[in-house]
């Protein structure tokens, strides 16, 4: 953009066309931000992945029986990198094409554009998923099956609106309401009782 700034600047003979490229290359670095998270300890913790809205709790039946999903709700205006809920080894990353819907729209959990990651550690597993939302169109994730992961740690990103779901054991207690504004890897989303997560 700052090179199409120049570019502008230098054919038209006039610095005004220049002034819409440079708010765009603002813009990007800007949403491309990468804040410092302070990362909780603690035996049982899950972290968001993501900064966002949460949109939604429910108990949903899966084919490895019921679970509880957390829905967060990213705007263009929240730090996209996505980060481990918790600490462990990836034992699966399974990434799909798909629609582009709203991200609010609950059926964009099984029909938009998603990479599905399962993390166990600490005697359970965690799955989280980067949806696409209605402007996203890239999903960025820097692992792969068998790699592991520290609570917290950063693993990719989602460019521009998006949503990520978090898919958690039926007995891990919520620390997380609707309406509420959580922020990736800083944020505890659940806990797992005392002495489930062993």
Same mark, same amino acid.
């Given at each position: 953009? !700052?090179?199409?700034? *120049?570019? !502008? ?15 765009l290359a ?6 491309? =931000?990468?804040? #410092?998270?302070?990362?909780? $300890? ?16 429910v ?8 679970q509880?999903?957390i /829905? +967060?709700?990213l705007?263009?205006?929240? &730090?996209?990198?996505?980060? /481990?809920?918790?600490?462990?080894? +990836?034992?699966?990353? $399974?990434y #799909? ?10 059926? $964009?959990?099984? =029909? ?5 990651? &399962? ?6 597993? &965690? *799955? ?8 996203? =169109? ?10 592991? !992961?520290? #609570? ?11 949503r ?10 919520? =620390? ?8 990736g890897? /800083? /944020? ?10 062993q």
């Open positions: 953009m !700052l090179a199409v700034a *120049c570019v !502008l600047a230098w054919v038209t003979d006039n610095w005004a066309w220049a002034i819409p490229p440079v708010l603002a813009f990007f670095l800007w949403f491309f =931000r990468d804040p #410092r998270r302070t990362i909780p $300890s603690g035996e049982g913790l899950i972290v968001s992945p993501g900064d966002g809205l949460v949109t939604e709790t108990t949903i039946a899966t084919p490895d029986g019921p509880q999903r /829905s +967060i709700f705007s263009v205006f929240d &730090v996209h990198v996505n980060r /481990s809920p918790i600490g462990g080894v +990836i034992s699966r990353v $399974s #799909r094409k798909g629609q582009y819907l709203n991200a609010m729209n609950p059926a $964009s959990a099984d =029909r938009n554009e998603q990479n599905v990651v &399962v993390v166990r550690g600490e005697g359970f597993e &965690v *799955c989280f998923k980067q949806i696409a939302g209605l402007l996203a =169109r890239r999903i960025v994730f820097n692992h792969h099956t068998g790699d592991t !992961l520290e #609570r917290g740690q950063r693993v990719g990103l989602i460019k521009f609106g998006s990520v779901d978090v898919l958690l054991p039926p007995e891990a207690a919520l =620390r997380v309401k609707v309406g509420q504004r959580v922020k890897g /800083s /944020s505890v989303l659940a806990a797992m009782p005392v002495g489930a997560a």
